[in-house]
């Protein structure tokens, strides 16, 4: 009976959890790591990217997004729309063509896989004979011809993948049709390109890797017309009319040859090295497009002089007198061109570029070809990622004054609306204003808008000015010298260099509230900030923090303090620093925290912790928590002469990599198998090699056991069960808590009466595993409310009536101790059990799905093996359980951060933000529909009737621009 | 004294005569024989009687057989109470210049070496050197032992690592590798842990349980199948005030035969005993006998050591010392928690009582108790941060 009863109970707790928890990975936010490939369909309005990892995504409007991943784990070289389509066709690095469709299922679009295909040639023919090299979606939309690295070009009907034998143009077939003398029938070489008529779709031009070009006709099954360029071929444009011919050449030139007139024309109209004299590195393609009135806009990608620019990735942009070089920061993947009108046929509005770090769109139509502000594919890491925090539910005013300060900082931005608009952005408004704040190696923080599916940049704050140091604090960007030659115009914000890697940013702690945000980084600074609407001139008044309080033979080897600015220094609206500390040693700061409400500053490093009165600006309290043998924390990183050479030996392998061409597919294609097979074997010999692993207890002389790990402010019953007190809570790596007693003096003595702090117990745990985290737990078991939180009537008051608990979560274990006399009530162990520690926690809320006013409080928690946990409070029960990150991904593990709603972000690569959620209630994630082209696609090339091309021209101007 | 000796009708009233010898001096007195009370009281009456308060004894008795048997704990104390008919005869030794082949099987009138003499001392031991003492149970501490032979197959061991308290590192080191199960598809190569290497001096080395190439299969009860090492090792960490470790060990020469049928039990499975708490262990020497609690074996009681082992958290108030955390009764924990120092604080007061008797005596003792007590906190809690 009493068995069968908690049966039910169980089953009841079940159905809660249902409704609670939830685990889904529902948006990446940022920049794909490693793009490969770009294709945009005029028609759709979409844009989509292959990535080496395999994964393909699409981009409409803001919110508009679609992500698949190949099942092989292979780059994608190629992606293509079909023509009227929702289906587009992807190229992998392994030879395997693949079909994916965006499909409509309950009014939301999904991209799924439909289809594969591997082109297989004629039995014992060498594997060259069918590697895909270039590939055409026809405007028929229902055949793809796909040039291959042996010459010759097959026919395939799709969606089906189905061979059409009788339509391949074998490169006999070609050989046989030029004329005698065309270069002593030397090898044509691989399909370079695959061109339609843009007026005749009958026509397809063949550009082959040597130079020469035939014009086929693929009714009469026969060349119609030979161009004989001399130079290796690197792409071919047939401009709109259909009249001209422009190729692009591995010498840095490019030729234009009229297609009129049957039979082999001996010389282009015109060629032309833009760059010339000197040998220039290869344009690798090239777009000319119309305008209406006056002369056409002209694309280049590459073609610099090779000695003293074959370094720069740049995209020549040439209209009339107006000639740019647009010099980007890292490789060029690809570009294309948004054109205007209804039909995407007018002017050139808009040109796009994917460059291997970030997505840059240059508006065409404005003066001066400013960069339009992109939604989404934003380069989180311009400066590579230190650290994140993220703020839920933020204010109205405090949001709108982060907004302006940030529009202050975007007026070089284009006025022009984002140009990518396809398919329908169908989820609902954001439920709150949630900001993910990142902070960077280059000391800046980045204030992301993380309400809904895109992550847009909000403001962006440079903490650098403070200081002084090498670094030029504004980079150049918009600069253009005069008379200069090539006239390059830096562009992109992309700039992994760093040049003090001391202002790496640590921690960020900000009070949605009082706008009061501090700052910490590598060289043990604290910045306090407050929000500012008016730009101010004021010197930042620096504090010393001497953590080691007089112990003894210690000798730091690591970085210098940051020099600070003596005299004033202006600071744009926005957050304005207004206080500093700096740690002596100054190594990296742990932990940082804020309480507004106090007006306190809470600071750990590996020597000790802290405790600063931000509006005395003076020291309240340090506290040294080293271990007297601990040589390694002393002595600081020792590991920085090792990192200056990595970084060195980094950046030479960048150097070497851009100057490596990777375009030519099919050799870099087999480089990089070898590459991975030798990688492989390596991979091989490493495990066989015996890792072996210590078993040791932990003891005191560990090293880094002092290191503080977490800081916490806590109103509560520190000392006796009938007054609560302002606290200050600290754990450390060697397991130990340290709580302090503070006494604020009344509010209106604030700013003259000193602010005390008294050691009121100190806690071993015998475990020694790091403290990770400090909760107090109020009379009815919940979390004490943020500071500030319930002047502003956001959250219940704590309940002082009852009993408060304390929860110390170690890497280990969770557990909990009651007040204010410290004894063990009850623990959850997590280590002993599962082998796993805890990595990141926090405190979360969780709301149930199906009750609007149910909802419980929770620890949300991210071990080292990548799983997911949800703990209950205040029974420390293990909720439920997910697997989320691989537990190699480290950094990914490191990086993640929870919302206090129960969603969380990680970094998938350098770039991208995963966002999950682990609330039911709470999901944020891109529903969008995207439709079919009203225009229905042409069914079948006409075959019989020779069609006029007049009748043609309204579908065939809707072609793909790839 | 000489009351107790006198008055005849003693027996009758359940009072044992006791009859004391130190050296060339006798004593006689008598005991209670249904109160015959606790040995540290009894050891204190005897130094009173002879008047030798600092001096460290070993008390023996002769028992019905004439054999030389000890007295040290409160167990053989009421044994000797109980079969002392009609005199219990006591011959008390300095502990320094003790002869313990004294002790044993017949050793009164038969003066050989014994199976029990061979079994309490070291069997190269030489009389001139200071010998392995069979000490007090206080003295005793669980140490590294072979667990749960009755239930686990006779292939696999389950070995108790019992750190606790103590300055030898665990030292041991672990890797990957691959073991062969048997499947029902027939066998099969699977991923296992195993151990790597010993560093000498250390625990797992010094224990002679675990080897090298021993496959590790449960952590403190939960398989390791599946994990990776790390999870593994982390586990171990996690445990390893009191780790337990089941192993199949490498060398399946040595298993601890039960069956009946297998009665050879191969040497070195000597050590073992076929008990979950059998506990061997050494003394140190000089260290005082006095504090004994009664029921300390109740104390280590595994399943106690396995539960909350870990749970003695140290916090220091402010104003005062430092302090095991105490826990709280609550549902989570079902063994009732039985604080580890309850017995040594309640003995202050009896050594406090016993103090009259003899001050500096008691006060000599109790001051090695309150160090040992000290010392023992300091050892297994860590550094005492001090304020």
């Given at each position: 009976m009493k068995r069968f009863r908690r049966h039910g109970q169980e089953s009841h707790r079940d159905r809660i959890k249902q409704e609670l928890y939830g685990f889904n990975k529902t948006v990446e936010h940022g920049f794909p790591h490693q793009p490969s490939a770009l294709v945009f369909s005029p028609s759709l309005q979409l844009l989509a990217i292959g990535t080496r990892s395999g994964a393909i995504k699409l981009y409409g409007a803001p919110g508009v997004e679609f992500m698949g991943l190949h099942d092989e784990n292979a780059a994608v070289t190629q992606v293509h729309f079909l023509p009227q389509q929702v289906d587009l066709v992807t190229l992998l690095d392994d030879n395997s063509l693949h079909m994916w469709t965006l499909r409509a299922h309950h009014g939301v679009s999904e991209l799924l896989e439909t289809g594969r295909f591997t082109?297989?040639?004629?039995?014992?023919?060498?594997?060259?004979?069918?590697?895909?090299?270039?590939?055409?979606?026809?405007?028929?939309?229902?055949?793809?011809?796909?040039?291959?690295?042996?010459?010759?070009?097959?026919?395939?009907?799709?969606?089906?993948?189905?061979?059409?034998?009788?339509?391949?143009?074998?490169?006999?077939?070609?050989?046989?049709?030029?004329?005698?003398?065309?270069?002593?029938?030397?090898?044509?070489?691989?399909?370079?390109?695959?061109?339609?008529?843009?007026?005749?779709?009958?026509?397809?031009l063949?550009?082959?890797?040597?130079?020469?070009?035939?014009?086929?006709?693929?009714?009469?099954?026969?060349?119609?017309?030979?161009?004989?360029?001399?130079?290796?071929?690197?792409?071919?444009?047939?401009?709109?009319?259909?009249?001209?011919?422009?190729?692009?050449?591995s010498d840095g030139s490019y030729c234009r040859w009229m297609v009129a007139g049957e039979g082999t024309q001996s010389e282009p109209e015109k060629s032309e090295v833009p760059y010339g004299h000197f040998p220039c590195k290869a344009i690798s393609k090239i777009i000319q497009l119309p305008t209406e009135q006056g002369p056409p806009f002209l694309f280049l990608s590459g073609g610099m002089p090779r000695a003293s620019y074959g370094d720069r990735h740049c995209i020549s942009v040439i209209h009339s007198k107006t000639h740019v070089a647009l010099d980007f920061t890292s490789r060029i993947i690809d570009f294309f061109v948004i054109r205007d009108g209804p039909d995407h046929t007018g002017d050139p509005s808009a040109l796009v570029v994917l460059v291997e770090e970030e997505l840059v769109v240059i508006d065409l139509q404005t003066e001066g070809w400013p960069v339009i502000q992109t939604p989404y594919l934003v380069p989180l890491h311009c400066s590579a990622i230190t650290c994140s925090h993220h703020v839920s539910a933020i204010p109205l005013k405090m949001w709108e004054r982060v907004l302006s300060a940030g529009a202050l900082q975007n007026t070089h931005y284009s006025k022009k609306p984002w140009p990518i608009t396809g398919g329908q952005n169908l989820s609902p408004d954001a439920p709150q204003r949630d900001l993910l704040l990142?902070?960077?190696?280059?000391?800046?923080?980045?204030?992301?808008?993380?309400?809904?599916?895109?992550?847009?940049?909000?403001?962006?704050?440079?903490?650098?000015?403070?200081?002084?140091?090498?670094?030029?604090?504004?980079?150049?960007?918009?600069?253009?010298?005069?008379?200069?030659?090539?006239?390059?115009r830096k562009v992109g914000c992309f700039d992994p260099y760093s040049d003090d890697p001391r202002l790496g940013v640590q921690k960020i702690h900000l009070c949605k509230y009082s706008g009061y945000l501090t700052v910490a980084g590598t060289a043990g600074q604290i910045l306090v900030l407050e929000l500012n609407d008016e730009a101010a001139e004021q010197t930042v008044e620096a504090t010393v923090a001497d953590l080691l309080q007089g112990q003894e033979g210690f000798r730091w080897k690591g970085h210098t303090r940051l020099e600070v600015r003596e005299e004033p220094v202006t600071f744009p609206p926005g957050f304005q620093p207004f206080a500093l500390v700096q740690c002596q040693p100054p190594a990296v700061v742990t932990a940082l925290t804020l309480h507004s409400e106090w007006k306190l500053v809470t600071f750990g490093t590996s020597h000790g912790f802290g405790l600063y009165d931000y509006q005395q600006k003076s020291n309240v309290l340090v506290r040294c928590t080293l271990n007297p043998s601990d040589q390694l924390?002393?002595?600081?990183?020792?590991?920085?002469?090792?990192?200056?050479?990595?970084?060195?030996?980094?950046?030479?392998?960048?150097?070497?990599?851009?100057?490596?061409?990777?375009?030519?597919?099919?050799?870099?294609?087999?480089?990089?198998?070898?590459?991975?097979?030798?990688?492989?074997?390596?991979?091989?010999?490493?495990?066989?090699?015996?890792?072996?692993?210590?078993?040791?207890?932990?003891?005191?002389?560990?090293?880094?056991?002092?290191?503080?790990?977490?800081?916490?402010?806590?109103?509560?019953?520190?000392?006796?069960?009938?007054?609560?007190?302002?606290?200050?809570?600290?754990?450390?790596?060697?397991?130990?808590?340290?709580?302090?007693?503070?006494?604020?003096?009344?509010?209106?003595?604030?700013?003259?009466?000193?602010?005390?702090?008294?050691?009121?117990?100190?806690?071993?745990?015998?475990?020694?595993?790091?403290?990770?985290?400090?909760?107090?737990?109020?009379?009815?078991?919940?979390?004490?409310?943020?500071?500030?939180?319930?002047?502003?009537?956001?959250?219940?008051?704590?309940?002082?009536?009852?009993?408060?608990?304390?929860?110390?979560i170690s890497e280990e274990q969770f557990k909990v101790f009651t007040l204010p006399k410290v004894s063990a009530k009850m623990k959850l162990k997590l280590t002993a059990i599962d082998g796993s520690r805890v990595r990141r926690v926090g405190v979360a809320w969780f709301g149930s799905s199906r009750s609007e006013d149910y909802g419980e409080s929770g620890l949300t928690v991210l071990t080292n093996q990548g799983d997911l946990h949800v703990v209950s409070l205040p029974g420390v029960k293990l909720q439920v359980q997910y697997p989320c990150i691989r537990r190699e991904d480290v950094s990914g593990i490191a990086s993640c951060v929870f919302t206090k709603h129960g969603q969380g972000f990680y970094l998938i690569s350098p770039s991208e933000f995963e966002r999950f959620s682990l609330s039911a209630r709470c999901v944020v994630e891109p529903r969008s529909l995207v439709e079919v082209p009203s225009q229905t696609p042409g069914t079948t090339l006409p075959r019989a009737q020779p069609d006029g091309p007049r009748v043609m021209e309204h579908a065939l101007l809707n072609d793909e621009s790839e | 004294m000489n009351k107790n000796h006198r008055v005849p009708s003693n027996r009758s009233l359940g009072a044992v005569e006791v009859k004391s010898k130190f050296g060339a001096e006798f004593r006689r007195f008598s005991?209670?024989?249904?109160?015959?009370?606790?040995?540290?009281?009894?050891?204190?009456?005897?130094?009173?009687?002879?008047?030798?308060?600092?001096?460290?004894?070993?008390?023996?008795?002769?028992?019905?057989?004439?054999?030389?048997?000890?007295?040290?704990?409160?167990?053989?104390?009421?044994?000797?109470?109980?079969?002392?008919?009609?005199?219990?005869?006591?011959?008390?030794?300095?502990?320094?210049?003790?002869?313990?082949?004294?002790?044993?099987?017949?050793?009164?009138?038969?003066?050989?070496?014994?199976?029990?003499?061979?079994?309490?001392?070291?069997?190269?031991?030489?009389?001139?050197?200071?010998?392995?003492?069979?000490?007090?149970?206080r003295d005793f501490r669980p140490v590294s032992s072979i667990i749960d032979v009755d239930i686990l197959p006779e292939t696999h061991r389950r070995v108790r690592l019992y750190k606790h308290g103590q300055e030898k590192p665990l030292g041991f080191y672990i890797r990957d590798g691959s073991s062969v199960r048997v499947t029902?598809?027939?066998?099969?190569?699977?991923?296992?842990?195993?151990?790597?290497?010993?560093?000498?001096?250390?625990?797992?080395?010094?224990?002679?349980?675990?080897?090298?190439?021993?496959?590790?299969?449960?952590?403190?009860?939960?398989?390791?199948?599946?994990?990776?090492?790390?999870?593994?090792?982390?586990?171990?960490?996690?445990?390893?005030?009191?780790?337990?470790?089941?192993?199949?060990?490498?060398?399946?020469?040595?298993?601890?035969?039960?069956?009946?049928?297998?009665?050879?039990?191969?040497?070195?499975?000597?050590?073992?005993?076929?008990?979950?708490?059998?506990?061997?262990?050494?003394?140190?020497?000089?260290?005082?006998?006095?504090?004994?609690?009664?029921?300390?074996?109740?104390?280590?009681?595994?399943?106690?050591?396995?539960?909350d082992e870990d749970d003695e958290d140290l916090v220091i108030e402010v104003d005062g010392e430092a302090m095991p955390i105490p826990r709280t009764s609550s549902a989570s924990c079902t063994i009732p928690f039985i604080p580890r120092y309850m017995p040594h604080l309640d003995l202050r007061t009896t050594n406090g009582a016993l103090a009259s008797h003899n001050r500096s005596g008691s006060l000599g003792t109790l001051s090695t108790a309150d160090r040992g007590l000290e010392g023992r906190s300091l050892e297994e809690e860590g550094t005492v941060i001090t304020l």
């Open positions: 082109l297989t040639g004629p039995p014992g023919a060498p594997p060259s004979v069918t590697r895909v090299t270039a590939v055409l979606t026809h405007s028929s939309g229902d055949m793809l011809f796909l040039g291959t690295e042996g010459g010759h070009v097959f026919v395939v009907e799709v969606p089906g993948f189905r061979e059409l034998e009788e339509r391949n143009i074998s490169l006999e077939n070609v050989t046989n049709s030029l004329p005698e003398d065309y270069g002593g029938r030397r090898s044509l070489e691989h399909v370079e390109s695959l061109q339609e008529n843009p007026v005749n779709p009958r026509q397809v063949i550009g082959y890797g040597r130079g020469i070009m035939v014009i086929w006709d693929l009714e009469r099954h026969s060349a119609v017309k030979h161009i004989p360029a001399t130079q290796q071929l690197e792409s071919v444009w047939w401009t709109e009319d259909g009249g001209h011919v422009l190729s692009s050449h990142t902070g960077h190696e280059d000391g800046t923080v980045r204030f992301w808008d993380a309400s809904g599916v895109c992550l847009y940049p909000m403001y962006k704050l440079s903490t650098a000015g403070v200081f002084l140091t090498d670094a030029e604090p504004n980079d150049n960007m918009n600069q253009c010298t005069e008379g200069e030659w090539p006239p390059f924390a002393m002595e600081g990183p020792l590991s920085r002469v090792k990192s200056i050479k990595k970084s060195l030996r980094q950046s030479f392998r960048r150097i070497r990599r851009s100057r490596v061409s990777l375009r030519k597919h099919h050799v870099n294609s087999a480089l990089l198998s070898l590459a991975n097979a030798r990688l492989e074997a390596e991979l091989a010999e490493m495990e066989l090699a015996p890792v072996q692993r210590k078993i040791e207890a932990r003891s005191s002389d560990d090293s880094f056991t002092g290191l503080v790990r977490t800081l916490y402010f806590a109103d509560t019953f520190l000392s006796d069960s009938s007054h609560h007190t302002p606290s200050l809570w600290a754990g450390t790596n060697g397991g130990s808590v340290f709580a302090y007693q503070l006494r604020l003096p009344p509010v209106e003595r604030r700013s003259e009466d000193p602010v005390s702090a008294h050691p009121a117990k100190e806690i071993q745990l015998m475990h020694r595993a790091p403290v990770v985290g400090i909760v107090v737990l109020d009379g009815h078991g919940s979390p004490l409310p943020e500071p500030l939180e319930v002047a502003h009537d956001l959250a219940r008051s704590a309940d002082m009536q009852g009993c408060h608990q304390l929860l110390v | 005991l209670d024989r249904s109160k015959p009370g606790r040995f540290d009281e009894f050891y204190r009456l005897l130094q009173h009687m002879h008047r030798i308060p600092n001096v460290d004894l070993l008390v023996g008795y002769a028992d019905v057989h004439g054999d030389l048997l000890p007295i040290n704990n409160d167990d053989n104390y009421r044994k000797a109470i109980s079969v002392a008919d009609p005199v219990l005869r006591l011959f008390l030794q300095r502990k320094e210049e003790a002869d313990y082949s004294a002790f044993g099987l017949d050793s009164l009138t038969r003066p050989k070496k014994t199976v029990l003499a061979a079994m309490l001392l070291r069997p190269d031991a030489n009389r001139k050197k200071p010998l392995v003492i069979i000490s007090l149970p029902p598809q027939g066998l099969e190569k699977v991923p296992g842990i195993f151990i790597s290497r010993m560093v000498p001096g250390g625990l797992a080395e010094s224990t002679g349980l675990l080897a090298v190439n021993d496959e590790v299969l449960e952590v403190n009860g939960i398989e390791v199948q599946g994990k990776s090492l790390d999870q593994v090792t982390d586990m171990m960490i996690a445990n390893s005030h009191n780790l337990i470790v089941t192993v199949k060990p490498a060398n399946q020469r040595n298993n601890i035969v039960r069956s009946g049928g297998g009665g050879a039990a191969s040497g070195s499975s000597g050590h073992s005993s076929d008990s979950g708490t059998s506990f061997y262990g050494y003394s140190s020497p000089g260290i005082a006998v006095a504090t004994t609690p009664a029921d300390i074996i109740q104390n280590f009681h595994p399943e106690e050591l396995e539960s």
